[in-house]
């Protein structure tokens, strides 16, 4: 490929499974599809067209629940450790 | 013919690769149902290749054209075979009628367009352009490979008269006979782009190098030879004098960092795993959810071992359907509900099995324990304040009586009769392990049926 094909404008690849992936939001059965990647409807593109601008850092948290939750959890402990208690 | 190939001489015209390439489908377009049938009556087997050449050969305003004429006539020639082949099973399959083995009939002939066109991109017969058509070719390919062997399996199902012993019928044939045809085309025109040595790296095919990679890893693991996809990047990383990777097309930058995230994935190298994966989700392309997901899907488990992070709520409200799979498995990690866990990897393990990620999620189940434990730290509460200690000197208390975990660890099972009732010895066992793992601080003092945990960081990572 030349280098201005490559960074030419998205040009759709016409591959019957490179639809446009806003028709593939459906959820299909899970069991049917593998995990095959499917081919992007355009070649290339600019950062603008990634999560990226929306920042990552929402993306993922700690595994660990929040400390205010400990409340509950403390009152059914002690009731727990008292029933064994007995 | 004429009117036919004008398109064609037209994109050719401008070099346009990917215009040429969308010429020379087997799919016809969507805003053009009838490209394909217009195409195919435009000659017969006995003119075809006479009027296909005299299109080209006399192109007066092309030059170029007119020197690769001959090249383009083959290509055209078995194109419009290839085309009659498609034509005529859809007509089949629209009646009810399709022949057995006329799938791969249409197969057979899409490869004769392929190794035409990988032919004459081979022996320079055609511009540097024409990888793109080459490769475009091998993706169609591809897909009319995977149709020819479903057809073949319905027909070998179809005579063997006890469907439900299918699977026992010992069979000589493969049973992805055309695929691996492909797959050995595949890697014939991956090695041509790989072994390119024209200097001119604007004329070079090692711009198809990527494409074709990617082409392989879809194969293979449809295949499910996994070492042959590691092959391929062994050959890539074999190769000092490729272009950089940041200069190839988006397209072909995410889809190879994908497979080979995968690759480094199955081999539970979670580390490399999760930086292609990663970087792969960071550069896809936002419309591509399918390939998101699929993406996700394996950086998930990666994250839940290299960092022990889980995916936010926001993250998975974007996914509906990771969501689904992923949702209740990492509310009970969160939790620290072992039981809840180990109903969620039951409840998912055919999904999970199938996407070889069960195993990886099973070792999350050390960090539900974690937060379970950590949360008993917790509600033993702070050690009182001594003579001039303010709160701010106010500590936890280090030392928690096993009687505590054990309370801890059996109050999800207590009372549901689920017989998973641990004994002390083996609660000591579990927190012994996690101490070993690093994920805890501490030690058991047997003496005193206590566990001491370290003052400073008793949950390394966890902010206590």
């Known amino acids: 490929m030349s280098a201005s094909a490559s960074s030419s404008a998205p040009t759709s690849t016409k591959d019957p499974k490179a639809e446009p992936a806003k028709d593939e939001k459906k959820p299909a059965q899970p069991l049917e599809e593998d995990d095959e990647f499917e081919d992007f409807p355009v070649e290339d593109w600019t950062e603008e067209d990634t999560q990226l601008p929306s920042g990552n850092t929402h993306l993922w948290e700690e595994s660990w629940d929040d400390d205010d939750t400990s409340e509950d959890f403390a009152v059914q402990l002690r009731e727990e450790l008292k029933k064994l208690g007995k | 013919m004429q009117a036919a190939l004008q398109p064609f001489r037209e994109a050719h015209a401008l070099e346009n690769a990917w215009a040429v390439a969308q010429i020379l489908s087997p ?12 195409f195919y009556r435009a000659s017969n087997e006995h003119m075809v290749e006479n009027d296909v050449r005299s299109v080209l050969k006399y192109s007066k305003q092309n030059r ?12 055209f020639v078995s194109y419009w075979r290839a085309i009659g082949e498609i034509l005529r099973a859809e007509e089949a399959s629209n009646q009810g009628r399709l022949r057995d083995r006329q799938a791969v009939e249409v ?16 022996n320079g017969m055609l511009p540097s ?12 390919l591809r897909v009319l490979a995977i149709k020819a062997d479903e057809q073949l399996a319905q027909t070998r199902n179809g005579a063997t008269f006890n469907a439900g012993f299918q699977d026992d019928v010992v069979s000589t044939t493969p049973k992805s006979e055309k695929l691996e045809d492909a797959a050995r085309v595949f890697n014939r025109m991956f090695a041509l782009c790989l072994g390119d040595r024209n200097p001119d790296m604007n004329e070079s095919r090692k711009w198809g190098v990527y494409y074709m990679a990617n082409l392989q890893f879809k194969t293979y693991f449809k295949l499910k030879a996994i070492t042959l996809s590691k092959n391929v990047v062994k050959a890539i990383e074999a190769q000092s004098d490729l272009p950089l990777f940041e200069l190839y097309p988006k397209a072909h930058q995410v889809t190879y960092k994908y497979y080979v995230g995968i690759l480094a994935f199955l081999q539970e190298d979670y580390a490399r795993a999760e930086t292609c994966l ?33 995916p936010s709520a926001d993250l998975l409200s974007s996914f509906p359907r990771l ?10 990690i969160k939790r620290g509900d072992l039981p809840g866990f180990d ?14 990620i069960y195993l990886t999620l099973e070792r999350g189940r050390d960090i539900a324990q974690r937060n379970l434990l950590r949360k008993v730290f917790l509600a033993g509460g702070y050690e009182d304040l001594k003579e001039g200690q303010t709160e701010a000197d106010r500590i936890r208390k280090s030392r928690i009586p096993l009687a505590n975990f054990a309370a801890a660890l ?47 960081g008793a949950f390394p990572g966890t902010g206590v």
Not at chain 2, 113 to 118: E, R
Not at chain 2, 344 to 353: D, H, I, W
């Open chain 2, 27 to 38: 799919v016809a377009p969507i805003d053009d149902p009838g490209r394909l049938y217009d």
């Open chain 2, 64 to 75: 170029h054209l007119k020197n690769e004429s001959d090249a383009w006539t083959d290509i």
């Open chain 2, 107 to 122: 197969y057979e002939a899409w490869k004769a367009v392929a190794t035409n066109i990988q032919k004459f991109v081979s």
């Open chain 2, 129 to 140: 352009w024409a990888v793109v058509c080459m490769y475009s070719a091998a993706n169609h």
């Open chain 2, 278 to 310: 990663q970087e792969a989700f960071d550069a896809c392309f936002m419309q591509a959810i399918k390939n998101q997901e699929l993406i996700l899907t394996y950086l998930i488990p990666c994250r839940l071992i290299t960092k022990h992070a889980i």
């Open chain 2, 323 to 332: 969501q689904r799979i992923f949702g209740p498995l990492v509310a009970c």
């Open chain 2, 343 to 356: 109903e969620a990897l039951v409840a998912g393990e055919e999904e999970f099995v199938k996407r070889r």
């Open chain 2, 410 to 456: 059996r109050m999800g099972t207590a009372g549901e009769g689920s017989g998973q009732i641990l004994e002390d010895d083996e609660v000591e066992c579990m927190i012994a392990n996690m101490i070993y793992k690093g994920l805890m601080k501490g030690y058991i003092s047997r003496e005193h049926a206590m566990v001491v945990v370290n003052k400073k």
